[in-house]
């Protein structure tokens, strides 16, 4: 044993005799306790009576209602020395704690904390829910519910899917069958990445089972309604695999491998793996929750909102409401906007920063920031569109106007394909006049005539030119499929540039970040815009600005969706991000 462990026992014991003592006047004077448990799987880090409320009022300078469940958290990591809350945070931006770690003997678990009273879950956070006394408090390391897809992950369309849903038992540490809920099989949809779009869905059966036959190829998303699709499991179906080899078994069980290479002469695409590609610029996360400088962070994020990947969002969420941005240039701050609206987050107000404000201070009466470049225009619109100004506008009508004037003869942006891509996501959104539409015709014959002569699907044989020019198809509704050469898709080239670890090939890490994120951007088949939430239009107030005069911001995550008819009847669904946020730090409490 070594000496920490020695005088955490021994500081343990005194800690536990000054507990009994102040509990034993506690009963005298005033009987109130409330029962609090905490476990981590098979670990019970905490079972006993916490003297109610709590004494602990002030944490990290806030002031913490006494009666509160984080206070009565708080009371008991003080009084028992085996473990601690080794990382709670406080969301100036929201107004609320999260409590991300507890250290235990069971490890230092973050950021997936659940708690209960009296077997309910609270829709607010730990330091929002307020006690009576004699509640039965459950702190809980994992998630509260789950999914399985008993089938497996690839499954063909002669193949039923199965699905099992199931709930946590945390007071036995156990997973238990989940009845009354309905699986949906679903996709992605492009107006409203919350509320993806529902191509079966079915009802559990009595072993919290779902079941499917004749599923269409493609791919899915597989969830529950009731979560609001979150968290999702990956299914892939395709057609059955003809045994073409020595045709003496009619029985085909259908491959559930994806075909890579040349299978039995044949030889057949290698495909980009999307979920790899995921696990890739996760991986590569810091404990931060950036992806390194704010370059790089701003781009991977962009990319990562187009998936569904829980804790990998909420660290980076977590690293965006708390650290400022460093850069002070108009695109800093246009990439960073375009980030922020990709994870709901209001580029009105966060971090009491308005990067609107910032991105309309530098427009000159014609266009933004440096009257030589466009790219800063192009952007400034994209974050524009999303953020409540349409083409009504008479300084977006302006600015479009300059971006016209300067697409090349070729029909290019700058000679470059990049652009000449980004530039397309921004014309789909504007006015549909004549001059728009030539300046798209033409920028898509410059696309077609500087797609790789190699034929092998590519332009310039470089990811991030080949990634930019699909954001251009995506927006014009085109689908990659339409810009095959010689059997080739643009995916299909990014495939060929994908490492075994899911990540762009290449030498240096942060280019591999980089291009990894372009790439996932432009397969997830959501344009950048797509990927953005949109939000409402907030008026430009010269008022003198501090920090912390900030209000917290407004949640804009559901605007389209209308108000209940009545506040008790109907609430309106939750988004699973909008559950994720209530769920974190208390928000939409109302
Ligand atoms: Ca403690
Ligand atoms: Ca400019």
Known sequence: ????????????????????LVGGIGFVQAEETVNLNIRSGEAVIFSGAV?????????????VNSASVLAILNDADLGDDSWEISDLQYFDSFGSFYLKCIDSSAGNDCDDWQYTVDGDYPGAGMDQTILSGGENIYAYFGPQNRIG??????????DDLVVATEAYDYENNAWVVREGVTVGVTQPNPDDPFSPVEIRTAPVDANGRAIFSNIPAGNYDVGVKED????????TVTEPVENAGSGSSGTTSGSRKKTTGSVLGVSTQIQF????AYE?????????????????TDWTGLALASGNYQQATINLIKYLTTVELKGTMLTDFERHAMVLMALGLNPYNTNGVNYIEKILAAFDGRQFGDIQEDNDDIFALLVLFNAGYGPEDEMIKKCVEFVLGRQKENGSWDESIDMTGAALAVLVQTEENE???????????????TQSKRNDGSWADNVSSTAWALEGILALGEKQEDWERSGNTPVDYLATMQDADGGIKGENINSRIWETAYAISAVSGKTWSQTMQKFEKQEIKPAPQTKK??????????????????????????????????????????
């Open 549 to 590: 005069a900030a209000p917290p911001p407004e949640p804009e995550i559901e605007k389209e969706i209308p108000p209940p008819a009545t506040a008790e009847v109907s609430k309106p669904p939750k988004s699973w991000f909008k559950k994720l946020l209530e769920n974190i730090f208390g928000l939409y409490n109302n």
């Open 280 to 296: 890739f610029i996760i991986s590569q996360q810091s404990a931060d929750g950036s992806f390194g400088p704010d370059i790089y």
């Open 435 to 449: 001059a728009v539409q030539n300046a798209t015709t033409k920028a898509k014959t410059f696309l077609q005539e």
């Open 228 to 235: 609001f699709y979150f968290p999702t499991e990956e299914l």
């Open 273 to 276: 793996d999307l979920p790899k």
């Open 51 to 63: 003297l109610f409320p709590a004494s602990a009022t002030e944490l990290q300078g806030q002031t």
């Open 149 to 158: 897809l008993v089938s497996g992950e690839t499954i063909t369309t002669a």
């Open 1 to 20: 044993m070594n000496i920490n462990k020695v005088i955490k026992k021994i500081l343990g014991i005194s800690f536990g005799l000054a507990i009994v």
